[in-house]
């Protein structure tokens, strides 16, 4: 079972903004991330995919049939919003079991098959309980469990977890990819939280002003992003202007770089990116020589448990690294390969 967009345009009445030429595809058992900034086009996607919003041009497919006409109820997507949307009156399995009973599921049957889910999702001694007697991470449990029982074509994830604190959303996010994983559907995942999106998703859209910036693997999009804006959102990074100063040599305002110019031409402009944890820490003297050496002081460092992050203040600017050394830290050192060229920003 597939899901999938066939450049969906949709432009929200009266305003300039909206999605524009979306083409995306989400396989059996595939986990697609979007992640962007407030206003980016994320939740819109979802609610052209459930039926809530009807594109202006393109067409959904769900398993190759088009269903851009078709009724929300009538394209058998399970949901799970971030408010979890339970009702407060109905005992759990009646939750679960609702999707069933509007489908004209017998009683018996309906309840037999609530009662399976609460299984499967770790719950099955709280069928007769009501949502609030759960925390909220058991109301998210079973707020996924009523979307999965009447065997969707595909579940679709709204922040799900934006309303959980730090360390139930870690526990959640895995139990989220468990039952996923179980159930080999195609799923949609919303969010704003870049890292929920890294560490579940098997292939992640970055969006900016209602377009696809980037499409591809967590590792894809952490390790060599398109562009500033990509680097800036997904993760720590160090971004600075620069330009090409000779073959293998680019002139930053922190001092030159050793890294792989890609042939481009002196004086070409570029972007230097650089991941935080690639910077390597010098707890000695410092090699001036050295054109990736630079000595420095701390002017900020901020203890994050199993590392610090810290602000090195060179002689040209700031570079910013991550280490688990608790020392004092005298100069820095990036490598050649940590460096990555990116277009100049406007």
């Excluded at 049957?109 to 007697?133: C, F, N, S, T």
């Excluded at 001092?255 to 820490?281: H, M, N, W, Y």
Aim: with cysteine; proline share 6%; net charge neutral.
């Amino acid at each position: 079972m597939t899901l999938r967009y066939d450049q969906v345009s949709y432009r929200y009445p009266g305003t300039s903004t909206g999605v524009f030429d979306i083409a995306l595809e989400i396989g059996r058992g595939e986990l697609l991330a979007i992640i962007g900034a407030s206003g980016s086009g994320k939740s819109t996607i979802l609610k052209l995919l459930a039926g809530f919003l009807k594109p202006d041009t393109g067409r959904i497919l769900i398993d190759g049939k088009d269903v851009g006409a078709s009724l929300p109820e009538a394209r058998r997507l399970g949901v799970v919003f971030q408010n979890y949307a339970l009702f407060p009156h109905m005992r759990l399995w009646e939750n679960i079991a609702y999707p069933l009973k509007v489908r004209g599921i017998a009683k018996q049957a309906r309840r037999a098959r609530a009662i399976e889910m609460l299984g499967r999702v770790g719950m099955g001694k709280r069928a007769e309980d009501y949502p609030a007697e759960l925390s909220g991470g058991q109301q998210q449990r079973i707020a996924l469990a009523r979307a999965l029982v009447f065997e969707p074509q595909g579940l679709l994830l709204d922040e799900p977890l934006s309303a959980l604190d730090a360390g139930l959303r870690l526990e959640m996010r895995d139990e989220i990819l468990r039952v996923q994983r179980q159930a080999g559907i195609a799923t949609l995942l919303v969010t704003h939280d870049q890292e929920e999106a890294l560490s579940i998703a098997d292939k992640v859209v970055m969006m900016r002003d209602g377009r696809i910036v980037q499409i591809g693997t967590p590792r894809e999009l952490y390790e060599t992003p398109a562009d500033a804006s990509v680097a800036a959102f997904v993760g720590q990074s160090n971004l600075w202007p620069g330009s090409i100063s000779g073959d293998g040599m680019v002139t930053t305002p922190v001092g030159a770089l050793a890294c792989d110019t890609q042939g481009k031409s002196i004086g070409t402009k570029v972007t230097v990116f650089v991941r935080p944890e690639r910077v390597e820490p010098i707890t000695g003297p410092v090699d001036a020589s050295n054109p990736c050496c630079f000595a420095g002081s701390m002017s900020a460092d901020r203890y994050l448990g199993p590392v610090r992050r810290i602000d090195m203040a060179v002689a040209g600017g700031a570079i910013r690294l991550e280490t688990h050394l608790r020392g004092s830290i005298t100069g820095v050192t990036i490598p050649h390969d940590a460096i990555r060229l990116l277009p100049p920003t406007s």
